[in-house]
């Protein structure tokens, strides 16, 4: 059976805006691409580069723990001003705990860790 995606009001009735989504578009229309920052992470921006498919997408920056280090800010002003060059929508969070941030990863999302790099300069896996 394929998996399908149902929208819908929640009442009984039909309307021209209920529909469903197939399982190989999901990703299209609510997917983001997501960059978690833990301390003493770093945003590589060049390795960021712009995903295949990203063109409809939002990208997500989650920074971890308070206050952000220079290097988180340094790392969400260099999304930002990427997802603008890109067109494309931008949101930066802040949680302060990891368990946090992955709990605002959903399952439709692509999580980037080849653009987080730790400051010894070895990339996080």
Known sequence: MAHELALSRGSGTRSSCDGVIAAEYEDWCFGRTVVVL????RLDAEALGRPAGLESRQLLLLSVGYPPTPDQRRGIDAAMQR????GI???ARLAWTMDEALDLVSPLDEVLSGAVRR???????
């Open 89 to 91: 929508p931008f949101e």
């Open 83 to 86: 997802a603008t060059d890109w």
């Open 38 to 41: 833990a301390p003493g992470d």
């Open 119 to 125: 400051r010894s300069g070895v990339v996080r896996a």
